[in-house]
Nanobody, 121 residues
Framework: EVQLVESGGGLVQPGGSLRLSCAASGFTLSNYAMYWVRQAPGKGLEWVSGTNSGDGNKGYGDSVKGRFAISRDNAKNTVYLQMSSLKPDDTAVYYC??????????????WGKGTLVTVSS
């Protein structure tokens, strides 16, 4: 059974940093691209970042480019999202999502339950 469990969310002040983790199980992480997707209160889903499985290619949404960094440790079956220079607009539930292919434009099939990040003073 595929499981994705996010952790690391919480309350952080504007300008601060936070690292999210996604523990993956039930599939071979190294074979698939992975995503982070977020949903702000009262808004729709927003693609944040994606990482390919083998070639190291990564992508970011315009709103987080230069501030967030996605990484993965296939040996630990974990995907990370390092968030820096956080803004109140980054407040959202962050979801870890598995791709259906090795490439991060390949569609999504499994989602975690999400972790809440609140950026506020």
């Amino acid at each position: 059974e595929v499981q994705l469990v996010e952790s690391g969310g919480g309350l952080v002040q504007p300008g601060g940093s936070l690292r999210l983790s996604c523990a993956a199980s039930g599939f071979t992480l190294s074979n698939y691209a992975m995503y982070w997707v977020r949903q702000a209160p009262g808004k729709g889903l927003e693609w944040v970042s994606g990482t390919n499985s083998g070639d190291g290619n990564k992508g970011y949404g315009d709103s987080v480019k230069g501030r967030f960094a996605i990484s993965r440790d296939n040996a630990k079956n974990t995907v990370y999202l390092q968030m820096s220079s956080l803004k109140p607009d980054d407040t959202a539930v962050y979801y870890c999502v598995k791709s259906m292919t090795p490439w991060y434009n390949g569609g999504m099939d499994y989602w975690g339950k999400g972790t809440l990040v609140t950026v506020s003073s």
